[in-house]
């Protein structure tokens, strides 16, 4: 099974901080890697699909990039409503895997 | 508006069976693949199973192969996961989630339902 490594676990940052979280797989996946945020108590909500492409209704602060191993998800201007933990998911192949989450927090 | 309501969890012993529904409405259930994933307390999330829109093609996770099987009514739009042999580490919040392609491109799972928990313990 392809093993997604996500980083950092957690981080602190405050309102209208740039926020950069990457993902790792070990094999290429292409493009084929999505990113999830999910709220205490929610279902996870899909973010980026393919890599860099912004799902409908998400905010353009949101943004995705990477090829092959290395991703990323950016946050250009972090808000209050973005406090969350952020997930990201292979498509490539099955097993589908999940990386283990960022939980970002308040500083 | 699309919706996913799952139903079916609860508190099971080890080694029970449970079955969870996951009804669809909204769109055309038939035209998607379906997915579960699982969030185990305090955890982080794990794919467990797909089935294809016509239900022909499944993958399971290893963890839950051989134990679990998804499974779907095209005809009453819903989703099902029958759980045998169940174990402490199954204990989790179920998530069913639809998957959509636009144009021969995966768009992700673009909508979830808002889970059951279910609770192996004796």
Known sequence: ?107 | QVQLVESGGGVVQPGRSLRLSCAASGFTFSNYAMHWVRQAPGKGLEWVAVISYDGNTKYYADSVKGRFTMSRDNSRNTLYLQMNNLRGEDTAVYYCARETFIAAVLTGLDFWGQGTLVTVSS
Request: net charge positive; glycine share 10%.
């Open chain 1, 1 to 107: 099974a392809i093993q997604m490594t996500q980083s950092p676990s957690s981080l602190s940052a405050s309102v209208g901080d740039r926020v950069t979280i990457t993902c790792r797989a070990s094999q290429g996946i292409r493009n084929h890697l999505g990113w999830y945020q999910q709220k205490p108590g929610k279902a996870p909500k899909l973010l980026i699909y393919a890599a860099s492409s912004l799902q409908s209704g998400v905010p353009s602060r949101f943004s995705g990039s990477g090829s092959g191993t290395d991703f990323t998800l950016t946050i250009s201007s972090l808000q209050p409503e973005d406090f969350a933990t952020y997930y990201c998911l292979q498509d490539d192949n099955y097993p589908r895997t999940f990386g283990q989450g960022t939980k970002v927090e308040i500083k």
